[in-house]
């Protein structure tokens, strides 16, 4: 079956900017997604990218596709304490309304 | 409010009994789906429907069930609960463009 993972925690200093990895083994993904889950509270959509891009920017994020490595990055630029939170990325195919695999979560944790 | 709300927010309940969690959308999405979030898994999913009456499984089905006579609720029952199905349960709908799924905050399940 579909599997995605990431790594479980990541540490920056404000300011500074931050890169969460994803990889992923379905080759016919349609698209790609970046949610944020603060504490207590449900899972809030970031950004998406579509298969057949590479690249997607929106304010400070931006996210790479590299869909030959199945690899998906997603940058935060000018990292603030409010970003701290787990992010997962998470892949559909089309069709099934969008039944989505998750990967593990990423803990971001920004120090002043 | 228009949104998707899931109830209870909190339940702890006893092996063997049986429960149900509640979620609500106001939007008339076709799509809903119920994952359940645990550490080292990320979220999962349990159940999943296309329609009113039409319900398919996802990874994780089993000691679920679910049903959609109404659009907009889409309840899950755990018909003898379990200590494994300790979870954190995430509801969640998308529209037929099935670009964005949304999700209710979450039901802190806790069986003792």
């Known amino acids: 079956g579909e599997d995605v993972e990431q790594s479980l925690f990541l540490s920056v200093r404000e300011g500074d900017s931050s890169v969460i990895n994803c990889t992923y083994t379905?080759?016919?993904?349609?698209?790609l997604y970046w949610y944020k889950q603060e504490p207590g509270a449900g899972l809030q959509l970031l950004t998406y990218?579509?298969?057949?891009?590479d690249m997607k920017q929106d304010q400070r994020l931006t996210v790479l596709l590299n869909k030959k490595d199945k690899h998906l990055s997603l940058r935060i630029a000018d990292t603030q304490t409010g970003d701290s939170a787990i992010y997962f990325c998470a892949e559909s195919s089309r069709g099934g309304g969008n039944k989505l695999t998750f990967g593990t979560g990423t803990q971001l944790k920004v120090e002043l | 409010d228009a949104g998707i709300t899931q109830s209870p927010r909190y339940k702890i309940t006893e092996t063997g009994r049986q429960v149900t969690l509640m979620c609500h959308q106001t939007?008339?999405?076709?799509?809903m789906f119920w994952y359940r979030q645990d550490l080292g898994h990320g979220l999962r999913l349990i159940y999943y429907?296309?329609?009113?009456?039409?319900?398919d499984k996802g990874e994780v089905p089993d000691g679920y069930v679910v049903s959609r006579s109404k659009t907009e609720n889409f309840p899950l029952t755990l018909e003898s609960a379990t200590r494994s199905q300790t979870s954190v349960y995430f509801c969640?709908?998308?529209?037929?463009?099935?670009?964005?799924?949304?999700f209710g905050q979450g039901t802190r399940l806790t069986v003792v």
């Open positions: 969640a709908s998308t529209d037929l463009w099935e670009t964005e799924a949304f």
């Open positions: 990218i579509f298969s057949n891009m």
């Open positions: 429907s296309a329609a009113a009456d039409i319900t």
């Open positions: 379905d080759s016919s993904s349609t698209y």
């Open positions: 939007w008339s999405h076709s799509y």
